[in-house]
Nanobody, 123 residues
Framework: VQLQASGGGLVPPGDSLSLSCALS????????IAWFRQAPGNERDWVSC???????HYSDSVTGRFTISRDNARNTVYLQMNNLRPEDTAVYYC??????????????????WGQGTQVTVSS
């Protein structure tokens, strides 16, 4: 199983970015996918998740600004990030777990991880 995260970059505050997480080696249909982020000197934080039924959840810091979605036909999950702030600067990681049918927030340790993509929000 491999996850490939992409779409990061350098943008000014208020701008948008769309991250992609492409899954290979398995069928995305049955998987829960989560996005995490880690800023320098900080611990890794959970950002958002989506289960196989497309139920979504967001951290308080991104609610109303970020949207997670999935395209099972493309085996890809997206994170649309709008109204970006400097505090959103971090390496963003996607993770997958085959326990996709339940509450994605309740998955304690996602099984598979991608390599991360850098998001920098700065003027």
């Amino acid at each position: 199983v491999q996850l490939q995260a992409s779409g990061g970059g350098l943008v000014p505050p208020g701008d948008s970015l769309s991250l992609s997480c492409a899954l290979s080696g398995v069928n995305l249909d049955y998987y829960a996918i989560a996005w995490f982020r880690q800023a320098p000197g900080n611990e890794r934080d959970w950002v958002s998740c989506i289960n196989s039924a497309k139920s979504t959840h967001y951290s308080d810091s991104v609610t109303g600004r970020f949207t997670i979605s999935r395209d099972n036909a493309r085996n890809t999950v997206y994170l649309q990030m709008n109204n970006l702030r400097p505090e959103d600067t971090a390496v963003y990681y996607c993770a997958a777990d085959p326990r996709g049918g339940g509450y994605c927030l309740a998955i304690p340790n996602y099984r598979y991880w991608g390599q991360g993509t850098q998001v920098t929000v700065s003027s």
